[in-house]
Structures are given as C-alpha cells and as structure tokens.
C-alpha cells in the first residue's frame, strides 16, 4: 500500500502533505513553487510508493469555483501525464488556509510563524488530506 499525497494549490506556492503507510494519518510534508512540484514528487516516488493524489477544490461561499480552479485543472494535467497509473481526486478545500492560519495561532505560534505563508500551505494541504482520509474512511465494526 503506498501513500496518499494532498495538494494544497496556488499559482505562488504549492502545499504537500503526505500519509502514514497505512493512509490513517496526514503530515505536512513541504511547500514548493509550481515549476518544482513534478520533479519533487518523481524522487518521491522512487523512495516511496503514490497510491493517490488528493488536490483541493476551491470553492466559494456561493459554491463556484474559485479563480484559481482553471490553473489548477491545468496542473491536474500536468500530474496525470506524469504519473499516468496513479488517481487524481478532488476534494473541496473551502477554509482550510483560514483554519490552517487559526491552528498556528492555538497552538501559541509566534507572529513570524504565522507569517509564514508557506507553513499556511503546508498545514492547508494536510487538512484537505485529512478532511478526504475522514470522509472516505471505513466503519470499524
């Protein structure tokens, strides 16, 4: 069983996370530019096994799609002929960098932590990792 990764995207940087091997868990795995995503998750992959991509949907309040959704589609693209055998899911990521930037400030983070806009991705791509890992989970009986 390979791992799931979550993609938090933005034309400016883009958020990782990945799971346990057992795909029980989300963590926050890096952020990086656009252009250094494909080649960051090749090596990845070399290393570990990609089950699944799960990449956020922006949506607004009134249920459109968010400006960025174009730009995503296109990287979406990008993924798919690169890692042709493994899925692309989506799931829906309204809120996650206002909860994300939230949680730093609970957890006591100083002001220059929660400055820190590519720690807000990180945390962003591992919220909609962990909203899809709840929402498709099993009932243990």
């Known amino acids: ?5 979550g993609i938090d995207y933005g034309n400016k940087r883009i958020g990782l996370a990945h799971t346990d091997p057992k795909q029980i868990i989300a963590s ?3 952020t990086l530019t656009p252009n ?3 080649q960051y998750l090749e090596n990845y992959q070399k290393q570990t096994p990609i089950e699944k991509f799960v990449v956020g949907q922006p949506k607004q309040r009134n249920g459109n799609y968010s400006d960025v959704e174009k ?5 979406i693209n990008d993924l798919e002929k690169n890692f042709e055998s ?3 899911v989506r799931q829906d990521e309204r809120f996650t960098s206002k909860i994300a930037f939230n ?6 983070a100083k002001k220059k932590t929660r400055k820190n806009k590519a720690l807000v991705d990180q945390i962003s791509a591992t919220l909609i990792l962990q909203s899809f890992l709840e929402s498709n989970s099993k009932p243990v009986i």
Request: hydrophobic share 60%; aromatic share 4%.
């Open 36 to 38: 250094e995503v494909i």
């Open 103 to 108: 949680s730093l400030i609970e957890s006591g």
């Open 28 to 30: 926050g795995l890096c």
């Open 71 to 75: 730009d995503i589609l296109v990287f």
């Open 86 to 88: 493994i899925p692309v």
């Open 1 to 5: 069983m390979g791992v799931i990764i």
